[in-house]
T-cell receptor
């Protein structure tokens, strides 16, 4: 599986934008970039995904570098409820019965200060 | 979004007993579900891929005879931890791949089950 590298932790203030970086220099041409987040004692929550173009949804924006070797998850206005572990994951596109499985790294612990 | 539930949310059992955890997709049919395990302060580790109507595919190092997976219907997968021991205490999380988004691998996760083996 292609690997991703994220900072261990980041901090933000409430209502300020947050940019969470992810490096994936060994990404292959058909790997999708997925972002999930996990609040304490809960299962992960899907945030956003993309392939080549930047993506926006109600939760966040995803900016993908032109060479696709890095991406940035953007929370436009952080709230206290955004405090979580954010995982950047490349989707395993291998075929067979495990098609589409996700491999989680350590993620980035985001702390949001009031 | 799609909803995945797990039951129970928390279970405490004695060493040597078996525990069954259910994972249900509430508003969609899931041909493929995944089971993860998460120890404190660690990331999720995929245990197995559960396919409706066929045998589960286990990740390397996961004992298939200890962690029994059954995916008998398109909305239910179960994980049974047999002869549980304290080292099996963990947070078990399931997920389901949503039809229509399968090509992009998006998964929806259950809330998790906290297993404590005494």
């Amino acid at each position: 599986d292609a690997k991703t590298t994220q900072p261990n932790s980041m901090e933000s203030n409430e209502e300020e934008p947050v940019h969470l970086p992810c490096n994936h220099s060994t990404i292959s041409g058909t790997d999708y970039i997925h972002w999930y987040r996990q609040l304490p004692s809960q299962g992960p929550e899907y945030v956003i995904h993309g392939l080549t173009s930047n993506v926006n949804n109600r939760m966040a924006s995803l900016a993908i570098a032109e060479d696709r070797k890095s991406s940035t998850l953007i929370l436009h206005r952080a709230t206290l409820r955004d405090a979580a572990v954010y995982y950047c994951i490349l989707r395993d596109h291998a075929g067979g019965t495990s098609y589409g499985k996700l491999t989680f790294g350590q993620g980035t612990i985001l702390t949001v200060h009031p | 979004g799609a909803v995945v539930s797990q039951h129970p949310s928390r279970v405490i059992c004695k060493s040597g007993t078996s525990v069954k955890i259910e994972c249900r997709s509430l508003d969609f049919q899931a041909t493929t579900m995944f089971w993860y395990r998460q120890f404190p302060k660690q990331s999720l580790m995929l245990m197995a891929t559960s396919n409706e109507g066929s045998k589960a595919t286990y990740e390397q190092g996961v004992e298939k005879d200890k962690f029994l997976i059954n995916h008998a219907s398109l909305t239910l997968s179960t994980l049974t931890v047999t002869s549980a021991h304290p080292e099996d205490s963990s947070f078990y999380i399931c997920s389901a791949r949503v039809p229509g988004l399968a090509e992009r691998g998006t998964q929806y996760f259950g809330p998790g089950t906290r297993l404590t083996v005494l």
